[in-house]
């Protein structure tokens, strides 16, 4: 009867994975950050530099509260309430991009860029605290697999999701959907309501398939009383924790990898769809189809990312991912209309478009897999007592520097007025985080340490 429990919450915490990943799918990357750079915003260039900003406020907010807030989580008893109120500022921060309509005036795209942020907020916070729920799920062994198959799930729907968008409801410029179709339920293609209709559907998605979470993760029974002042304590523990992380080379090396190397991912999620559009002229639809083809290889990267983190560890998958996300960079970076791997090809042929679709399939692979076993890793090195901190201090590992991929892409598109030669500082920010992986031990600091514990 436990092993039956304990599959139901293990399941339970996997549709987390499947009702937030429609957010980064649909709206940080295929479907409503182009569709904002291209029509919302008053042009592409000021779209593209808008977006970035957005991020990079929505990161420093995410980076400055989120080691307090899992400091805090770690001394107040039950995770989901918190979860509960993070899917709250998901879901209202989705629902309001309704409002991004074509060539909107600035202060509306300002509280499209708000909502937005809210949204994501929401999203990465609540990530925190169902991450720091892994631990309670299985052995020290099957934590890869767990991790994995969670992410591979979550993949799978954000595919489904994006199928759905792009097969009745978001319109070309022609109006029609991918197979003809005008939007559902009489959306005005001409304001662009099919593709906008993606803020609703994805609050709406959530809404619905988080449900098994609340119903079926039950959380371990608390071994030590909840602390009367939890702010004070918690703060007083997370100070302790941060002054200890000199000490704890493993895990430093770690947070600080993961700082660069997720960076680097991120920019490439944020930037794709950009990209895409204005270096090959891809339009959303098209871009769509990309992100469904990605989703699809990265869902069965995720699970035999997940085999091959239990039967070596995460630390090798997160070296092969990383060398494979450098190849793709360098493709990127030689690759445009005129040229595949700086050798000239005609104009009219559609081997650059092949070529980006392969290197669409790579990043969704290798990017999936990488932070399955990055969370993976996470448990191993961190505090089995304090692992929602734990875990804020990998949102702020992920955070803290989350302007540097933004910030060099933009530096770099200014100077050599290239956006394919843009993308060059992502290899240097993904090499910095393979060269600090040296330091980090695969086991953690104490790996006897590390006992799961269990939901009553």
């Not at 182009?34 to 808008?50: H, I, K, N, R």
């Not at 729907?157 to 199928?163: D, K, S, Y």
């Not at 003809?180 to 619905?208: D, H, I, M, Q």
């Not at 478009?353 to 399955?372: E, H, N, P, T």
Request: with cysteine; net charge positive; charged share 10%.
């Amino acid at each position: 009867m436990s092993e039956v429990r304990n599959s139901k919450r293990i399941w339970g915490w996997w549709w987390f994975d499947w009702a937030n990943q429609p957010y980064n799918t649909l709206l940080l990357t295929f479907i409503f950050a182009p569709y904002f750079a291209a029509s919302v915003a008053p042009d592409p260039v000021t779209g593209q530099a808008l977006w970035g900003w957005m991020n990079f406020a929505a990161g420093v907010m995410i980076a400055l509260f989120a080691p307090i807030l899992g400091a805090i989580a770690d001394n107040t008893g039950p995770k989901r309430p918190w979860i509960m109120f993070w899917s709250l500022l998901y879901f209202i921060g989705a629902w309001a991009l309704w409002w991004a309509v074509p060539g909107a005036d600035s202060s509306t795209i300002f509280w499209i860029l708000v909502a937005f942020g809210v949204g994501m907020v929401g999203l990465e916070y609540g990530i925190i605290f169902t991450n720091a729920i892994l631990p309670t799920l299985g052995s020290k062994a099957e934590i890869g697999r767990i991790s994995g198959s969670g992410w591979a799930f979550g993949y799978l729907g954000g595919l489904a999701a994006l199928v759905v968008m792009l097969l009745f409801l978001a319109e070309n410029e022609q109006g029609v959907t991918l197979i003809g179709l005008a939007p559902l339920f009489g959306l005005e293609a001409a304001a662009r309501e099919g593709t906008r209709s993606v803020g609703p559907f994805t609050a709406l998605w959530y809404l619905v398939f988080i449900i098994p979470f609340f119903l079926w993760v039950r959380e371990p029974k608390r071994q030590k009383p909840v602390s009367r002042d939890v702010v004070r304590a918690g703060l007083r523990e997370l100070g302790h924790t941060l002054k200890s992380l000199p000490g704890q080379s493993s895990l430093l090396a770690y947070l600080l990898s993961s700082t660069f190397y997720r960076d680097a991912l991120n920019g490439i999620y944020a930037f794709g769809g950009i990209y895409a559009a204005g270096v090959l002229g891809w339009s959303i639809i098209q871009i769509g189809v990309f992100g469904i083809l990605a989703a699809s290889v990265g869902a069965a990267g995720c699970w035999f990312g997940g085999r091959f983190d239990r039967r070596f560890g995460p630390k090798p998958v997160i070296i092969v991912c990383i060398l494979v996300l450098i190849t793709v960079c360098a493709i990127i970076i030689s690759t445009d209309r005129s040229m595949i791997l700086f050798f000239p090809v005609e104009a009219a042929s559609n081997a650059p478009d092949i070529l980006f679709y392969f290197c669409g399939c790579m990043i969704g692979a290798a990017g999936g897999a990488v932070q399955a076993a990055s969370r993976t890793m996470m448990v191993r090195q961190a505090n089995p007592a304090r692992m929602t901190e734990a875990f804020g201090l990998y949102a702020l590992s992920g955070k803290a520097l989350s302007f540097m991929a933004p910030g060099l892409i933009a530096l770099a598109t200014t100077v050599t007025g290239s956006q394919r030669l843009g993308v060059s500082p992502l290899i240097g920010l993904f090499l910095i985080g393979l060269v600090l992986l040296l330091w980090v031990k695969p086991e953690g600091e104490n790996p006897h340490a590390w006992e799961p514990e269990h939901a009553a």
